[in-house]
């Protein structure tokens, strides 16, 4: 089955830069990769995703990159703001296969003020 | 609020219990999934519908797990004889086919 591995688990930024965390997967056939926003005792939100038939998705400060041959995709989110802080998840699919998510173990980012 | 919505937010129950959750999807959403999240994991896929059919339930956890969406809308996770380690957050989510699924807020379920 699906392999979803995050890294890193906990991430620390000052507010204003960049943060980057990174998903590998292992099943070739995936084609479908959302991420989701963790608040404390609240369900994950969907933030951005991205299919595989596109290398790049933006919107606003969140962007995400897919590259399907090394088969990692990455969340990038610019010019942080300590709202930002949460747990991140990357997830990865097969869209027209009951589209069961497989999660990453989720990053937690800290956003000083 | 249109979202997801779960029912209970919070269970206690004694080890050997049998417990019920339900969920409530977004309503134009023929799809529902539910997960399972432990402290410091990302969610695992339990099972899905698609209106009441159960198209996926190899990965129930084991055979204390089931659940029902009998009329296509809401749909409901039972765990028989609850164990200890059947404490988590159960997650129930929505879609409309194979398109973007919604979580909602989850049910936390403690065993003693």
């Known amino acids: 089955g699906e392999n979803v591995e995050q890294h890193p688990s906990t991430l620390s930024v000052q507010e204003g830069d960049s943060a980057v965390i990174k998903c590998t997967y292992s099943?070739?056939?995936?084609?479908?990769f959302p991420w989701y926003k963790q608040e404390l005792g609240k369900g994950p939100q969907l933030i951005i995703d991205?299919?595989?038939?596109?290398g790049e998705k933006k919107d606003q400060r969140i962007a995400v990159t897919l590259n399907k041959t090394a088969k990692h995709f990455s969340l990038h989110i610019t010019e942080t703001q300590p709202e930002d802080s949460a747990v991140y998840f990357c997830a990865a699919s097969i869209h027209n296969a009951g589209n069961m998510l497989t999660f990453g173990g989720g990053t937690r980012l800290m956003v000083k003020p | 609020d249109t979202g997801v919505s779960q029912d209970p937010r919070h269970k206690i129950t004694k080890r050997g219990q049998n417990v019920t959750f339900r969920c409530d999807p977004i309503s134009e959403h023929n799809r529902l999934y539910w997960y399972r999240q432990t402290l410091g994991q990302g969610p695992e896929f339990l099972t899905y519908f698609q209106n009441e059919a159960q198209l996926e339930k190899s990965r129930l956890l084991s055979d204390r797990f089931s659940a029902e969406r009998p009329k296509g809308s809401f749909s409901t996770l039972e765990i028989q004889r609850t164990e200890q380690g059947d404490s988590a957050m159960y997650l129930c989510a929505s879609s409309r086919y194979n398109y973007e699924q919604y979580f909602g807020p989850g049910t936390r379920l403690t065993v003693t």
């Open positions: 099943d070739s056939a995936s084609n479908y």
């Open positions: 991205i299919r595989s038939n596109v």
